[in-house]
């Protein structure tokens, strides 16, 4: 009796535990976001109160309605950082998508010498940091004439996509089994009508995720855009963001307010992905 | 006589490989190139001057490359490491969490949104000496009367930094893992639990074995862009205060763009990239290693 006591006592206190511990490392995971869109709705005063002001006095939207009412009062051409971004992303996307399907499907389906290698080859393109790329690739630019321009940047981020999105696309042509379209080149279809008609209509959600995962890669990228983006031609948000502090003081509030209209897509796309994603990149885990 | 016909994977691969060749090979031939030359971006005559290894040699005796150097492996070291524990720990008690499993995932999966340059700023903004949440904090609850100059001071600002990466990257290693978690068979863990291990020996000989392939795999993932640290330190503290917190990204930058020195950037951005290919090799061994362990064990 005794030790059933002490059992539940010990069982509850874990429960316990375990849910003061789930919500510490959620508020740690959420706060800084919510402490941004929090910061973006209020007033500078308040931002900039001594001592601090804990609870919201007036919230408005001031500084989202400042940021799109164009160049004279929001400070920074947020309008031309958006367009770039969104052309940029989605054409690169496009294509970085169609080469990674190509490749992807080569390494799901086919055997052929130097497999192996060649995958580690196309995951080493990736690792060289963006600033290290961005120097050849700067003067490369320069001299072709496509430095500050939308070419130039799609070009770029189709190459550092490419790798990834062939890697997760290798991992959902996987887990296609291989009978399927085999069944269906017996009944007479060519092997290209096979890929069309039965593997890319069950690796679509898949392919999909890996679709919103390159568009996410180019909305964020910083490092490569910082060097070759000069002006409103094809500056996108990210480099955007640092016009906020190059001036000598900071504007907390319009940057915050930048920092919202550049999540909400990502936060959008990313839900809609979750489920695929993590299946694409753990499919190789286990089998090999 | 028949042409030459290449085969399917080569005519699928080519467009991928013809791109990468252009956009990545053919740039990183340049520029080991120049890395052989004393160019300067304000005098393009210097580009064809050949000094053999001269840059690298003046790497090897610059201090401050070095320490950045250095700076940028204890970076790594801690900020992975930390990641992982991390990680595993959310992964598990999300995991044994019985109600909300979608939405506490999907509550982890938040600071994979963020981009590198926006966790920068958050937390450049939450680690302001004056107005940050952080010294806000500290200050109400009457922990210390003085701001902290976070981002001011070299370590603490060093701290700041590691505590920025750590945060926006530990949800990678958590998502994945937990991936592990769920999709590891159950009868393993009961049968070692009716044989009498502790909880501890059955995580350490049975759940872990079972979970590691997954972090490998966040690991390989994560090493694919360590340079993302450059973002956040850029807006951060820009390698600041008199380069404390200077990375071997930053560093590479500012020689090449504000310096102009492109020959000796070239030349160091090879150490960076040697660095990144060295950490990707090492996690897709163990990875292919760990693959194998369980491999034979299931």
């Not at chain 1, 679709?211 to 955007?240: D, H, M, Y």
């Not at chain 2, 872990?208 to 340079?227: E, K």
């Not at chain 2, 807006?235 to 504000?258: F, H, K, N, Q």
């Not at chain 2, 960076?272 to 290693?289: D, G, P």
Request: net charge positive; with cysteine.
């Amino acid at each position: 009796m005794d030790e059933n006591a002490s059992a539940r006592l010990t069982r509850r206190a874990l429960t316990v535990a375990h849910r003061v511990g789930l919500f510490l490392a959620m508020l740690v995971i959420c706060l800084p976001g919510i402490w941004i869109v929090l910061s973006s709705l209020r007033p500078t005063v308040e931002i900039m109160a001594k001592p601090p002001v804990w609870i919201p006095q007036q919230l408005s939207v001031d500084a989202y309605v400042a940021m799109f009412s164009g160049i004279g009062k929001g400070g920074i051409p947020v309008l031309d950082y958006f367009r770039n971004s969104l052309v940029i992303s989605v054409t690169s996307t496009a294509i970085a998508v169609a080469i990674g399907m190509a490749g992807g499907y080569a390494f799901a389906r086919y055997r052929f010498r130097g497999k192996s290698g060649m995958f580690l080859g196309l995951m080493l393109t990736r690792t060289v940091p963006g600033i290290a790329l961005s120097l050849p690739l700067f003067f490369l630019y320069v001299r072709l004439g496509i430095i500050d321009t939308h070419i130039g940047m799609i070009l770029a981020y189709v190459a550092l996509n490419v790798p990834f999105t062939i890697w997760l696309i290798d991992g959902f042509f996987r887990q296609v089994p291989k009978d399927l379209a085999e069944a269906a080149q017996i009944d007479g279809c060519t092997r290209w009508q096979a890929f069309w008609q039965v593997e890319f209509p069950l690796a679509r959600p898949g392919i999909a995720s890996a679709a919103i995962f390159a568009f996410l890669t180019c909305w964020n990228e910083f490092a490569l855009a910082s060097q070759l983006t000069r002006s409103v031609n094809s500056k996108t948000l990210p480099v955007g963001l640092l016009d906020y502090t190059a001036e000598f003081t900071i504007d907390w509030r319009g940057m915050c307010a930048l920092a919202v209209v550049m999540i909400i897509p990502a936060l959008a796309l990313t839900y809609i992905v979750q489920k695929h994603l993590v299946g694409g990149l753990t499919s190789g885990a286990v089998k090999g | 006589m028949k042409g030459f016909k290449p085969s399917a994977p080569f005519l699928l691969l080519l467009p991928a490989m013809v791109v990468l060749a252009a956009v990545v090979v053919l740039p990183l031939i340049l520029s080991l190139y120049s890395s052989f030359t004393p160019f300067r971006l304000t005098r393009p005559e210097t580009f064809f001057v050949f000094v053999g290894f001269r840059n690298y040699l003046s790497i090897l005796t610059n201090a401050d490359f070095w320490w950045a150097f250095g700076r940028t492996v204890l970076l790594l070291t801690i900020a992975l490491n930390l990641e992982m524990l991390l990680g595993l720990g959310l992964a598990m008690l999300v995991e044994k969490a019985t109600r909300g499993q979608r939405i506490l995932r999907t509550l982890m999966m938040f600071p994979m949104m963020f981009s590198p340059i926006l966790v920068g700023f958050q937390f450049k903004f939450m680690f302001n000496d004056n107005i940050g949440l952080v010294n806000n904090a500290l200050q109400s609850l009457g922990i210390t009367e003085d701001a902290i100059p976070w981002l001011i001071e070299g370590h603490l600002a060093f701290i700041a930094i590691s505590i920025a990466e750590i945060w926006s990257s530990t949800s990678i290693f958590a998502i994945l893992i937990l991936a592990g978690l769920l999709a590891m068979p159950k009868e393993p863990i009961e049968a070692a639990r009716v044989d009498g291990c502790t909880p501890w020996q059955t995580f350490r000989c049975v759940t872990w074995p079972f979970v590691m392939p997954f972090a490998y795999i966040a690991m390989t993932i994560r090493s694919l862009d360590v340079a993302r640290a450059y973002d956040i330190v850029k807006i951060m503290t820009d390698g600041g205060p008199a380069g404390r917190t200077e990375l071997l990204w930053t560093l590479v930058g500012r020689t090449a763009y504000s310096d102009a020195r492109m020959g000796l950037a070239n030349a160091m951005a090879y150490f960076s990239i040697l660095l990144s290919i060295a950490f990707t090799v090492y996690f897709y061994n163990k990875l292919a290693a760990a693959r194998a362990q369980i491999g034979a064990e299931w």
